[in-house]
């Protein structure tokens, strides 16, 4: 048994940042998205929905560092260790695929061959989920970055668009609102969708997860925690 540095302190804090937000953001977004049905309106859904935004912040700003700090990270924290691009990808993920199987899986101190595919398309769900957010953020509570282009567009006549609050109809032009409806629509959708996508990707990956502890025993989340891992064998990424 060896041990060896895995991932760095800042892979590290994204990652529980970034579980810790969506899960405060999934919460929150079922309780708006099915409001109706548990009596959600008015102030209480404005309330909800501020609160999703500014979690939201969060979420969005820790992604942010991650995706910069895959330029200048460690070697474990670059965009090479992620993107699905390396010369051979697809014979190591077989090789991978059938030494699991066969339950003999080549080692790795970073992502696995499936693993690197895996974080590719989370971020990148994550990155749109985020840019759709942002989006929504200032069509629904005039909230930045969008928040002031939005209440510039939908004020009513006469109206101080700086003083527009969020669910009053009075404030609002009706024409040009029903007009930012239909160009929020196709966002809202997106944003809707991608996460019950998200959802599905979030239970592969934490199944994958277990998957592996019980069959390689790599400590894949205690790495996560200490930044390192004790390996039987060379890892392929090493050798």
Do not use: C
Not at 2 to 17: L, T
Not at 49 to 75: E, M, P, Q, S
Not at 171 to 189: C, G, H, K, L, V
Not at 192 to 214: D, P, Q, R, T
């Amino acid at each position: 048994m060896k041990r060896y540095k895995s991932w760095g302190a800042a892979v590290r804090w994204f990652h529980w940042i970034n579980v810790l937000s969506i899960v405060a953001l999934a919460a929150i977004g079922l309780v708006i998205y099915f409001g109706r049905s548990i009596g959600l309106a008015g102030e209480g859904k404005i309330a909800m929905k501020t609160l999703h935004v500014w979690v939201g912040y969060v979420f969005a700003a820790n992604l942010a560092v991650r995706l910069v700090g895959a330029f200048a990270g460690d070697k474990r924290a670059r965009w090479s260790a992620f993107l699905p691009i390396r010369r051979g990808l697809v014979s190591e993920t077989r090789d991978y695929l059938q030494g699991l199987r066969a339950g003999d899986a080549p080692a790795y101190v970073g992502h696995t061959p499936p693993g690197r595919l895996m974080i590719f398309f989370l971020l990148l769900l994550l990155t749109v989920m985020a840019g759709t957010g942002l989006v929504l953020a200032g069509t629904d509570v005039y909230m930045p970055p969008f928040g002031a282009w939005i209440r510039e567009w939908v004020a009513a006549p006469g109206i101080d668009p700086s003083t527009l609050v969020a669910g009053i109809k009075t404030m609002q032009d009706p024409t040009a609102y029903a007009e930012m409806r239909r160009f929020r629509a196709p966002f809202i959708w997106l944003h809707k969708n991608l996460f019950w996508v998200l959802s599905v990707g979030v239970v592969v990956h934490v199944a994958a997860i277990a998957v592996l502890e019980v069959r390689e025993k790599s400590g894949l989340v205690s790495a996560m925690l200490s930044g390192e891992k004790v390996l039987d064998k060379t890892p392929e990424d090493e050798a």
